[in-house]
């Protein structure tokens, strides 16, 4: 049976979308300035490894058999994490005020956007799937989902104490 074009154009921009984001994050390391934030983007970009591997599989089923077989992705779906450990987390907020995170504003503002742009389009692009490959779909609205509300709440927190910081330091 031969797979919907359709929804090969909608996983393989999908996968390249992975692609850019993965590349993002793993150059954004650069330029992080605390040990929690690299710590949890690093867990982030594995994160964003097994979404392209799983939507790798998902464009070689639908290529070779036509569909989405989501029983044979079970080992690539991904449990919520939880990216900072309580400790990392108040150490990274605890930084947040002693440091001037211009940098990591832009990262995590950025981050936010790409993750946010991937749950829409995911979501958007379940309602028009059917069977398994909407259901993938939802997955990775969801998964993206976790990571917008992850960078977007760090975001927030790093723009509001930039902004409260005295100017000059």
């Not at 031969?2 to 793993?26: C, H, R, V, W």
């Not at 591997?53 to 070689?60: E, H, R, S, T």
């Not at 080992?75 to 108040?90: G, H, K, V, W």
């Not at 939802?138 to 975001?155: G, I, N, T, V």
Request: aromatic residues 12%; contains cysteine; hydrophobic residues 40%.
């Amino acid at each position: 049976m031969a797979a919907d074009p359709m929804l090969i154009k909608i996983f393989e921009y999908a996968l390249n979308q992975e692609n850019t984001g993965k590349s993002f994050f793993t150059n954004a390391l650069g330029s992080m300035g605390i040990g929690a934030a690299v710590s949890a983007l690093k867990r982030l970009i594995e994160e964003e490894e097994k979404h392209i591997q799983f939507i790798g599989k998902i464009l070689a089923d639908l290529k070779s058999e036509g569909e989405v077989n989501l029983s044979a992705l079970e080992s690539l779906i991904l449990e919520p994490t939880n990216y900072f450990d309580q400790r990392a987390d108040s150490e990274f907020l605890e930084l947040c005020v002693q440091d001037s995170m211009v940098p990591d504003v832009t990262i995590f503002n950025t981050a936010y956007l790409i993750e946010k742009d991937l749950s829409e389009y995911y979501g958007t692009m379940a309602q028009k799937a059917q069977g398994d490959a909407k259901e993938a779909l939802k997955m990775l609205s969801d998964w993206e989902k976790a990571h917008e509300r992850f960078f977007k709440r760090y975001r927030d927190k790093l723009t509001e104490t930039y902004w409260r910081m005295p100017w000059g330091g």
